[in-house]
């Protein structure tokens, strides 16, 4: 933490003399072009960018099973899914005909 401060104030300190030899140039037209780029990056957040939350079902299955800790799960699922579908299918074509008699 105090590395970060000692830079920033390395940076701020290096930012107050640009702008003191800028002004004792009579600010030429590339300096004052430079300046607004430093002051725009002054501007602009510092350290790495929040992590973004999932959101929606679709979203939170993705981060549960694909993220930073991927598992084998969702194949599973998929298994899963595919015998229920098909003994739905099975059940809606061929078993309700036989549900109350033999033939």
């Not at 970060?4 to 003191?20: G, K, M, P, V, Y």
């Not at 930073?68 to 074509?93: D, M, T």
């Amino acid at each position: 933490m105090e590395g970060t401060i000692r830079t920033f104030d390395l940076e701020q300190s290096w930012l107050e003399e640009a702008n003191r030899s800028l002004k004792g140039i009579g600010a030429a037209q590339d300096a004052v072009r430079m300046q607004r780029v430093v002051s725009f990056y002054e501007k602009l957040p510092r350290g790495p960018a929040p992590e973004i939350k999932a959101s929606g079902l679709l979203g939170r299955y993705q981060a549960r099973y694909f993220g930073k800790n991927p598992s084998a799960a969702p194949i599973v699922h998929v298994i899963g899914a595919l015998i229920v579908l098909g003994y739905c299918n099975n059940y809606y074509f061929h078993l309700r005909h036989h549900k109350n008699n033999a033939h």
